[in-house]
């Protein structure tokens, strides 16, 4: 698995700044959407975890508990940008994603690696989603309604990179970047991705 430059903290990893500032590897557009994504994810994350504090239907979760997942860092999501010919396409043959043909399409492109926080990629459907219709399983009180806080913090992700993607209604077409989702509806993976994106320079748009 290659190296990503992980910005699940918003910022670079140290000392890759000036890698990003000498070779102008990473758009400033992709990073700021990372950023936002992360920055509106934990908001609403946290406003859910109020909600649940709040109701008596899920009484395990108390103060004690969301404090753990605050020190797990299960509150954001993490967020990696990769580049370059070799390492993007290695990433893509690992996970066994696209076709040998889509590898080589998308290999020049940097890529956005959205990964859920652990117990949201995996439990996703464990509370709080029976109003999708995606086969909700019941929480008892002693457990987290995982379920809840996905339905709740996923749609940060969408409201930042839908006004990128020409597919959405809200695509904005002055963005200097298109993004291109590469994994399939329902085609999601706990261990490695949720969403990747491959992002391009939008030849539509005006020149500053």
Not at 81 to 90: A, K, R
Not at 181 to 206: F, G, M, Q, V, W
Request: aromatic share 12%; proline share 7%; charged share 20%.
């Amino acid at each position: 698995m290659p190296e990503f430059l992980n910005i699940q903290t918003g910022l670079p990893h140290e000392g890759d700044s000036a890698v990003i500032e000498q070779n102008d590897l990473v758009p400033t557009e992709l990073l700021a959407i990372a950023g936002q994504i992360k920055t509106d994810f934990q908001l609403r994350m946290h406003e859910a975890m109020e909600r649940v504090l709040e109701s008596p239907k899920y009484q395990y979760f108390t103060p004690g508990v969301r404090e753990k997942m605050l020190l797990k860092g299960y509150d954001m999501p993490e967020i990696s940008i990769l580049h370059g010919v070799e390492e993007v396409g290695s990433y893509l043959q690992d996970i066994a994603l696209l076709s040998a043909e889509e590898v080589a399409q998308y290999s020049q492109d940097f890529l956005l690696v959205i990964q859920l926080p652990k117990p949201l990629a995996r439990f996703w459907n464990c509370g709080g989603s029976k109003n999708w219709k995606t086969g909700e399983r019941v929480v008892e009180q002693n457990t987290v309604p995982w379920g809840f806080f996905y339905r709740q913090a996923l749609p940060a992700v969408w409201d930042v990179v839908d006004p990128y993607r020409p597919d959405q209604i809200g695509y904005n077409s002055q963005s200097k970047i298109n993004l291109y989702r590469l994994n399939r509806s329902k085609t999601h993976d706990p261990k490695h991705y949720y969403y990747i994106y491959a992002a391009k320079p939008n030849s539509e748009a005006p020149i500053n």
